[in-house]
T-cell receptor
Framework: DGGITQSPKYLFRKEGQNVTLSCEQN?????MYWYRQDPGQGLRLIYY???????QKGDIAEGYSVSREKKESFPLTVTSAQKNPTAFYLC???????????FGSGTRLTVV | DQQVKQNSPSLSVQEGRISILNCDYT??????FLWYKKYPAEGPTFLIS?????DKNEDGRFTVFLNKSAKHLSLHIVPSQPGDSAVYFC???????????FGKGTRLHILP
């Protein structure tokens, strides 16, 4: 069954620690994206990658890092430099322009 | 600069009546407009799209209208059902191979 898998669903992190969110896809899509959702803020783009070994900063990249070593995987690291990391994180791949993205089910990160 | 705007954070509609969600945009170069539906703690799912060369697209209970001169689109849901209670995002691809710009979303409450 094709899709996007984000893990874990819920993640707790202590302040000052880095944490990596996983995103795996078996849709064979080239482009992958990371968004962050906060209440009242909509979806804000963190990073995106259109091909393996290449990625670009989105609108709110500060405090985050990514890698794209394989087509199927696009992990996001939330570093200790991210001032407000508590949020819902969404990974997506790009399909036909008429349909936009396919999203994963998200990871809720809470800093304690 | 917000290129896609949803000015109503929330909307309440009686079950069985029509729900109308509005979206304004500033970039006249958008080729497509997309609507996504999102339940809490889940990823958004694609709902319906419209090409910039059309003024209407219909899919079952969902119809999207596009007024290019006013740079305005709207999503109509008729009749509204309890399962329609969700956050709805208006979005537009910046170009064919690039990122998608999202509005901040409108939370729709369907009242019994």
């Amino acid at each position: 069954d094709g899709g996007i898998t984000q893990s874990p669903k819920y993640l707790f992190r202590k302040e000052g620690q880095n944490v990596t969110l996983s995103c795996e896809q078996n849709l064979n899509h080239d482009a992958m994206y990371w968004y962050r959702q906060d209440p009242g803020q909509g979806l804000r783009l963190i990073y995106y990658s259109q091909i393996v070994n290449d990625f670009q900063k989105g609108d709110i990249a500060e405090g985050y890092s990514v890698s794209r070593e394989k087509k199927e995987s696009f992990p996001l690291t939330v570093t200790s430099a991210q001032k407000n990391p508590t949020a819902f994180y969404l990974c997506a791949t790009r399909t036909d322009p008429r349909y936009g993205y396919t999203f994963g089910s998200g990871t809720r990160l809470t800093v304690v | 600069d917000q290129q896609v705007k949803q000015n109503s954070p929330s909307l309440s509609v009686q079950e069985g009546r029509i729900s109308i969600l509005n979206c304004d945009y500033t970039n006249s170069m958008f080729d497509y407009f997309l609507w996504y539906k999102k339940y809490p703690a889940e990823g958004p799912t694609f709902l319906i799209s419209i090409s910039s060369i059309k003024d209407k697209n219909e899919d079952g209970r969902f119809t999207v209208f596009l007024n290019k001169s006013a740079k305005h689109l709207s999503l109509h849901i008729v009749p509204s059902q309890p399962g329609d209670s969700a956050v709805y995002f208006c979005a537009a691809p910046l170009n064919r191979d690039d990122k998608i710009i999202f509005g901040k979303g409108t939370r729709l409450h369907i009242l019994p």
